[in-house]
């Protein structure tokens, strides 16, 4: 079969891969200029940050194996960061007992790795679908270009977005688009800090308690990240969501004094910027492990699939979605 896959996170690469590998052909569309979706890394000219996910953590044996064959082949390695829960400026240890793991030399680097081989189009978004008897046609846009192009035919389509972005594009099947609306990702408003010098600072990742950021993390300290002070902060999903129409510049302001309070640094930024992240986790997942249609060929997953963990969707999430929907195609 011709394949088309919209998105190339890790739960479009993970399956476009096993697709590939069952002997399909594949093309994966992605509107973005880069592979890995929230799995990111944002450069400048102090150096990378990790401004979407941090780490992943890996709970099922199929993650664990997989996560395992990455760090033999150098693509992920354990971070031993010191890890702290912080209360007006008081810091305890946190953390401690579970392993983490971070691609190096950033985050966005796994998602490279994975899309070696794979046909993906870049800067390619993909804003209809339309049946043609049995296979389907996709309107593509390029920025770029001011008209979108017609691509196909292709013989299934994966939607690999997080809900929202799915449901506009399910119009041609209602009872996904239904079940797609029941899940919820939560917004994150992210702070980009960079410093000339160091902050002393006794850990290199903390929980923040009663703030409006939720997380913080020294990025520099991460394995193979580039030397400097370079701070990635994370709101919690709460203030995010209420200030998520703010400026910019007023989030910036706000999420930098708590920042300040947090810590009980005054050492000022040398570099502060912003990133609004509209779908960052998702806090209700749905219990399935991905969405098949056999009939229409068209099949959906993500990280908001619950595939059987607790908690809110991640990493883990999407990879074993991305995997059972492959699974479920070859069916
Ligand atoms: C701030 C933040 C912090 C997080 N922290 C962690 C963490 O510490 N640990 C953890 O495990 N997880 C964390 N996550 C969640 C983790 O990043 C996600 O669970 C995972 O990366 C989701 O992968 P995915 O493939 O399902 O979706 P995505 O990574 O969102 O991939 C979807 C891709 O589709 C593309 N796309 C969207 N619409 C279209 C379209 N119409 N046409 C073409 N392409 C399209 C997007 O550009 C994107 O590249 C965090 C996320 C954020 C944002």
Not at 10 to 17: F, K, Y
Not at 150 to 177: C, E, N, R, S
Not at 235 to 256: F, I
Request: net charge positive.
């Amino acid at each position: 079969m011709h394949i088309a896959i919209v998105g190339a996170g890790i739960s479009g690469l993970t399956c476009a891969r096993q697709l590939q590998a069952q002997g399909h052909h594949v093309t994966v569309y992605e509107k973005s200029h880069g592979v890995s979706g929230r799995m990111s890394t944002r450069q400048t000219e102090l150096g990378g940050f990790d401004h979407g996910a941090q780490y992943f953590t890996a709970t099922s044996e199929r993650f664990r194996k997989e996560s395992g064959d990455w760090r033999k082949v150098g693509w992920i390695t354990q971070w031993e960061g010191k890890l702290a829960s912080l209360d007006g400026g008081v810091s305890k240890a946190a953390g401690n007992g579970t392993k983490r793991f971070v691609p190096v030399p950033g985050m966005s680097s796994l998602g490279k790795h994975l899309a070696h081989g794979l046909d993906v189009r870049l800067e390619q978004q993909v804003i209809g679908m339309e049946q043609a008897g049995k296979q389907w046609l996709l309107s593509v846009k390029a920025e770029t270009v001011p008209v979108s192009a017609t691509a196909g035919p292709f013989d299934a389509v994966v939607l690999a977005l997080p809900a929202d972005q799915a449901i506009p594009l399910l119009q041609l099947a209602p009872a996904f688009a239904k079940q797609a609306q029941k899940a919820r990702l939560a917004p994150c408003w992210t702070l980009m800090l960079g410093f000339q010098s160091t902050l002393e600072l006794e850990y290199d990742g903390a929980w923040v308690n009663h703030s409006r950021l939720g997380w913080i993390a020294r990025d520099t300290a991460k394995p193979s990240h580039r030397a400097g002070e370079r701070w990635v902060c994370h709101a919690t999903a709460a203030w995010s969501l209420k200030h998520l129409e703010d400026d910019p510049e007023r989030v910036k302001e706000k999420l930098s004094k708590a920042f300040h309070e947090a810590t009980g640094s005054h050492i000022q930024p040398i570099h502060a910027v912003v990133h609004r992240w509209r779908y960052s986790q998702a806090v209700e997942p749905l219990a399935e492990d991905c969405m098949w249609n056999a009939k229409q060929r068209l099949g959906v997953c993500g990280d908001w699939f619950a595939v059987g963990l607790e908690g809110s969707g991640r990493i883990e999430n999407a990879f074993l979605s991305g995997l059972a929907l492959a699974k479920a195609i070859a069916a």
